[in-house]
């Protein structure tokens, strides 16, 4: 895939009804997604894959531990921001960690479905599937043919990015 069928893949990838529920902080979550993309043949051809992605416990990674990794591999450059890191994660232990989390996508779950009609028409159908199905953990995404795995890719990097913050603060409260 070269960088501008990345970037278009990236750009166009929807989130049309988020999960309900974030990661979890003290076990692994697994999604259900449910992703649309147009036929790259006909216009009034959906293709709608259903699959999962396993989210793992993530793990807090601490200043330190990130300093360590920097240097494996770079320069003096990255040595002097992992000399920075560690001095942060020394003034301020509590406000210093990051969260690593873990994806598992499971290709072999994935099933693909060729359907008639538009792209917004099966979109609605789909989300209606799955809001009347009150999974708290399923995820409708559309996005580009070429492109699709890129797009799941981005779905999972939001979920982290929007679980963050709670699953921080519950290692905190946890003493963690």
Known sequence: MNPDD???????TRVLLPPRRQIQTFGSTTFQFHLLTESMDRTD??????GTVEAERPAIFTADMAARLLLEGFGEKA???????????????????LLRYGFRVRRSHVVEDLRTGSLGEWGDR???EVQSSADPLAAVLTSV???????LLKFTMDL????????????RRQGG
């Open 6 to 12: 990345f970037d278009y893949a990236l750009e166009n």
């Open 45 to 50: 051809q959906v293709r709608v894959r259903r």
């Open 79 to 97: 040595g002097a921001f992992a000399e920075a890191l560690r001095r942060i994660g020394r003034e301020r232990p509590g406000q210093a960690a």
């Open 126 to 128: 789909v989300c209606a």
């Open 145 to 151: 043919e070429e492109g699709w795995e890129v797009g």
């Open 160 to 171: 982290a990015t929007q679980s963050g913050p709670s699953n921080l603060e519950d290692f």
